[in-house]
C-alpha cells in the first residue's frame, strides 16, 4: 500500500517592515537613545504614546513627556515555561508598570528571579540592551528588575525635546507561525491514488457531476461524498483556462521566469484541475482547448508529503506535469463560462 | 405576540460534538453542521436567502480558508454569501441586520474553528499591537492573567472564587452532550494545580477545541413555519473598548459589556438563563457583574466556554444554547454574550424572548 502523509507541518512566515509614523517614530527614536518617552494628551500622560487619545480618539499632539526609567507594578504575572516568542529563556514577569511621570501603564517584562518576588506596588527600573544593541523597539528594554533604589526617578515627567526630523521611521517585523495539520479522510484517499497512479474523483448521486479532485462533498448539492462514490477518471484531458505568472521576488519564491499555470477538464469530469504545469508547450503558445495527458513521476520517486488539505487537486511530486497529446485542438469557446 | 415583519427569531441550533482534534477540514465541518441545522428546520436550501460565517485563516494556517469552505454551501445557482472574521455570533447579529432590510425571510449563519492545527498559546500573539505588545512576546494567557491578578488585588474576588466558576461549569456540562471538558472537581483539587500564568491554572485556561455550529434566523409571521416556538432576538448590541488594556480606566469591570447590556434591554426584564462567553474563568464574574444578572439567573447550564472553546464558534454556541432554552425548555427570556480581543476588549449582548 502506498504511504501517504497523516500530519504536515508548516510555518506561515511574514517578513515585515512597518512604517512608525510620527509618534512611534518619536517614542523610537528616543529609546534607542536610553530615553523612555509619553504624550500628554487629555490632561494625562500616556505612555508608551499612542497617536489618537483612546478616550476621544483626538490627535494626542506632541507634548512629548519623559518617563521612567523607574515604575511601579500595578498588575502581574508569571511565566514559569517560555514559549519561543518570549525574549527571555528563564522563568519571568509581566507586568503593567506605571513609569514615573506616566499616568498609564505600560505592559512589559519583570527580570525578578522568582514568582515570590513579584508585587502590586513593587518598584522597578528598566535594563536597556547595549547602546549598540539597540534599534527603537520597545523590547531594547531586556526586562524591567526590581529598583536597587526606589525613590523617584531622576528628570521624570520633564517635558522631551523631540529632534526635528526622527532617526528611526521603520521597524521590521518577522512573523513565524507554526501549524500542523492532519490529513483528512478525502485529502488520504487523493493522496493513495495518486501514489497508485490513479487520478480520482467523486460523482454526486444527486447531481451526477464528478469532481476531481475529490472534496468530500458535492459543492453543488451540498451533500457529503465518501469512499462510496470514488469514480476513477482518466489522466487525459483539455486546458480550459490558464494564467501566466510574472514572478516577482518574495521570500520562498523559486521562479525567476514567467510560467504558466493552467486548469485542465479532465474526461469524464465535472471540475476542472487548476494550477497546473504544462512540460511541452513555450509560455507564449499556451491556450485553451490544448489536448494533454498526465506525465507521472516514476514509482520510486513519487512522494505525497506535499499533499495536504490545501492542495486539493493538487498532484504534488507525483504528478510532474501534463504533455500535449498531439490531437487536434477542442474549440475554445466550448470551455467559456466555466463554473469550476 | 404576533410579530412585525421587523421581528426576527432564531428557528434553529444545530452544533457538532467538539473534539481536541478532528481530522476533517473547516470545510466538512461547515457542510455538515448547515446539513444538520438546514435539516432540523425543514426547508430547502435554496429558501435560505443570506448565509454567513464567522472563521479564522490563522486558526488552521490555510489562506482563503472561508472560501473553500463556501464549497459547502453548494453555491449553484449563485447565492447572497458573506463572511466576518469574528465568531459566528458576529456573523449572526450580520444575518439579522441582513434581515432587518426586509426583502428576505430566512437566513443562517455558521461559525467554524479548527483551532488544533496551531498553538493557542503563541497564535494570538501576532494578532495584538505590533510595536508595543507583540515583540515582547505577550500572550493570551498572560493579558488574561494580569486582569485576573488586578481582580484579586481589587477584592473583588479571589482565587477560591475562581475555581468555584471552573468546578460549576464543569458540573453542568454533564448534563450537556457537547461538551469536551466535564465532570467533578474539588475546589481543593483545583486549587493544587500548577499556575500556568499566575493566577491563572490550567483549568482557569479555555480548552483548545474543534467545532463547527450554525443557526438558522427567520423573519417576522415565517418563523412560526419553522419554529413551533421561537426564540425573537428583541435585543442585540456590540461595543469596544480600546485594543490596549493598559489605556482602559479599570479592566477589573467590563465597561463595554454595560453600555451593550444596555443598550440590548436586559435590565427591562428578569433574565432566565444567560450563556456567557468567559474564555477565562475570573471573565464570568466580570461579566456577570457587567451584565447586572443576579442570582434569580442560571448561568451557563451548559458549561460554557470552558467546557468547549472552539474559537470563531464558541460565541455562536452560546446563542444557540440561549435560544434553545426558549424553542425546547420553555423559558421567556434569555441572554446569549459573545468577547473577542484581549481582557474582553470586544462585548455582543443578545437578548432572546419566547412567545408568553
Known amino acids: 500500500m502506498a504511504d501517504t502523509v497523516q500530519e504536515f507541518v508548516f510555518n506561515l512566515t511574514f517578513p515585515f517592515s512597518r512604517t512608525l509614523g510620527s509618534t512611534l517614530s518619536t517614542f523610537s527614536s528616543a529609546i534607542a537613545q536610553g530615553q523612555i518617552i509619553g504624550v500628554r494628551t487629555g490632561g494625562r500622560v500616556i505612555a508608551p504614546p499612542l497617536e489618537y487619545d483612546p478616550d476621544t480618539a483626538a490627535d494626542s499632539g506632541t507634548d512629548w513627556v519623559c518617563v521612567g526609567p523607574k515604575g511601579t507594578v500595578s498588575t502581574w504575572t508569571w511565566v514559569p515555561e517560555p514559549t519561543n516568542l518570549h525574549p527571555l529563556d528563564h522563568a519571568f514577569g509581566f507586568a503593567f508598570i506605571t513609569l514615573d511621570g506616566a499616568d498609564t501603564p505600560m505592559i512589559h517584562i519583570v527580570d525578578a528571579g522568582s514568582e515570590s518576588a513579584m508585587s502590586a506596588g513593587m518598584r522597578v527600573e528598566a535594563k536597556f540592551k547595549a547602546p549598540a544593541d539597540c534599534d527603537g523597539r520597545i523590547d531594547d528594554i531586556i526586562a524591567f528588575i526590581p529598583a536597587s533604589d526606589p525613590s523617584p526617578s531622576e528628570g521624570a515627567g520633564e517635558p522631551f525635546d523631540a529632534p526635528a526630523e526622527n532617526e528611526i521611521t521603520e521597524m521590521d517585523a518577522f512573523s513565524d507561525l507554526r501549524y500542523v495539520d492532519n490529513a483528512s479522510p478525502t485529502t488520504i484517499m487523493w493522496a493513495k491514488a495518486l501514489m497508485e497512479g490513479r487520478i480520482i474523483g467523486q460523482k454526486c448521486p444527486q447531481c451526477a457531476r464528478t469532481i476531481v479532485g475529490p472534496r468530500g462533498m458535492c459543492s453543488v448539492c451540498a451533500i457529503e461524498l465518501d469512499e462510496s462514490h470514488v469514480v476513477e477518471v482518466p489522466g487525459r484531458g483539455v486546458i480550459s483556462n490558464f494564467t501566466i505568472v510574472t514572478p516577482t521576488p518574495y521570500p520562498g519564491q523559486t521562479e525567476t521566469e514567467p510560467f504558466a499555470r493552467c486548469s485542465i477538464l479532465l474526461d469524464d469530469a465535472d471540475a476542472v484541475i487548476a494550477q497546473q504545469e504544462i512540460l511541452d508547450v513555450p509560455v507564449s503558445e499556451i491556450r485553451v482547448g490544448i489536448h494533454v495527458e498526465v506525465v507521472w513521476a516514476p514509482e520510486n520517486e513519487r512522494s505525497a508529503v506535499d499533499i495536504d488539505n490545501r492542495s486539493r487537486g493538487s498532484g504534488g511530486d507525483i504528478i510532474v506535469g501534463w504533455r500535449t497529446t498531439g490531437e487536434p485542438d477542442e474549440p475554445a469557446d466550448r470551455y467559456l463560462d466555466r463554473m469550476m | ?356
Open chain 2, 1 to 356: 405576540m404576533a410579530p412585525s415583519e421587523n421581528d426576527i427569531a432564531i428557528v434553529g441550533f444545530a452544533q457538532l460534538p467538539p473534539e481536541r482534534r478532528t481530522n476533517l477540514t473547516e470545510s466538512d465541518l461547515v457542510l455538515r453542521s448547515t446539513r444538520e441545522v438546514i435539516a432540523q428546520v425543514g426547508i430547502d436550501k435554496s429558501e435560505i436567502g443570506f448565509t454567513v460565517s464567522g472563521s479564522c485563516d490563522y486558526l488552521s494556517g490555510q489562506g482563503f480558508s472561508f472560501v473553500q469552505n463556501t464549497d459547502a454551501y453548494g453555491m449553484v445557482p449563485a447565492i447572497n454569501e458573506s463572511h466576518v472574521e469574528m465568531d459566528g455570533a458576529w456573523a449572526m447579529y450580520e444575518a439579522y441586520v441582513r434581515l432587518l432590510q426586509g426583502d428576505i425571510d430566512i437566513a443562517m449563519a455558521v461559525g467554524v474553528g479548527k483551532n488544533s492545527n496551531s498553538d493557542p498559546s503563541t497564535l494570538f500573539t501576532v494578532e495584538f499591537d505590533p510595536y508595543y505588545l507583540t515583540p515582547l512576546g505577550t500572550d493570551t494567557w498572560t493579558l488574561a492573567a494580569l486582569q485576573a491578578r488586578a481582580l484579586i488585588d481589587s477584592g473583588k474576588a479571589t482565587e477560591r472564587d475562581f475555581a468555584e466558576v471552573v468546578a460549576r461549569n464543569r458540573s453542568n456540562a454533564k448534563s450537556n452532550p457537547f461538551a469536551q471538558v466535564k465532570g467533578d472537581f474539588s475546589i481543593d483539587e483545583l486549587l493544587a494545580a500548577d499556575y500556568v500564568r499566575n493566577p491563572l491554572r490550567r483549568h482557569d485556561l479555555p480548552p483548545t477545541t474543534d467545532q463547527a455550529a450554525a443557526v438558522i434566523l427567520a423573519r417576522g409571521k415565517r418563523a412560526y413555519d419553522l419554529c413551533e416556538r421561537p426564540a425573537w432576538i428583541t435585543g442585540i448590541d456590540h461595543r469596544i473598548e480600546a485594543h490596549l488594556p493598559t489605556v482602559r480606566k479599570d479592566i477589573t469591570t467590563s465597561v463595554s459589556t454595560r453600555l451593550a447590556a444596555e443598550a440590548a434591554g436586559v435590565g427591562k426584564g428578569p433574565i432566565d438563563v444567560a450563556e456567557l462567553h468567559a474564555p477565562f474563568s475570573f471573565q464570568e464574574l466580570i461579566l456577570r457583574d457587567s451584565l447586572g444578572l443576579d442570582a434569580s439567573t442560571e448561568v451557563n447550564p451548559s458549561g460554557g466556554a470552558l467546557a468547549a472553546h472552539s474559537v470563531m464558534t464558541v460565541g455562536l454556541i452560546r446563542v444557540g444554547e440561549a435560544a434553545n432554552q426558549i424553542i425546547k425548555n420553555g423559558k421567556n427570556r434569555t441572554l446569549a454574550h459573545t468577547t473577542s480581543g484581549p481582557c474582553l476588549q470586544q462585548n455582543l449582548v443578545c437578548v432572546l424572548e419566547g412567545d408568553q
